[in-house]
């Protein structure tokens, strides 16, 4: 079970830290996603994290956000900087413990979902 958090309202060039708790004792075996939905769109990657660290980026935010995970305490994060308001959507972790590198992009293949968390950028 995964569940995000940290969302909320910022200003355009502001920042944001999204959280993601893990369920279960296995989370390390896990590659853990952060994937966004804003209103009206399709849902698309933004990052993701592999078991052994590996760090993926839609070039969208690269340079921009930085996605993290403690092991130890079940926890993902994306770190959100210099936001703009094109970033606006609800923001999902995911995981999956059989996804390849070559479908990180694709948010069908991850597995397991928690609860989005709303992100509004103004401008």
């Known amino acids: 079970q995964l569940q995000a958090s940290g969302g909320g309202l910022v200003q355009a060039g502001g920042s944001l830290r999204l959280s993601c708790a893990f369920s279960g004792s296995t989370f390390r075996s896990y590659v853990v996603g952060w994937l966004r939905q804003a209103p009206g769109k399709e849902r698309e990657f933004v990052a993701v994290?592999?078991?052994?660290?590996?760090?993926y980026y839609s070039d969208s935010v690269k340079g921009r956000f930085t996605v993290s995970r403690d092991n130890a305490n079940l926890m993902a994060y994306l770190q959100m900087n210099s936001l703009k308001s094109e970033d606006t959507a609800v923001y999902h972790c995911a995981a999956s413990q059989t996804i390849i590198v070559s479908s990180y992009g694709d948010p069908v293949q991850y597995r397991y979902w928690g609860q989005g968390t709303l992100v509004t950028v103004s401008s």
């Open positions: 994290i592999n078991r052994s660290g590996g760090l």
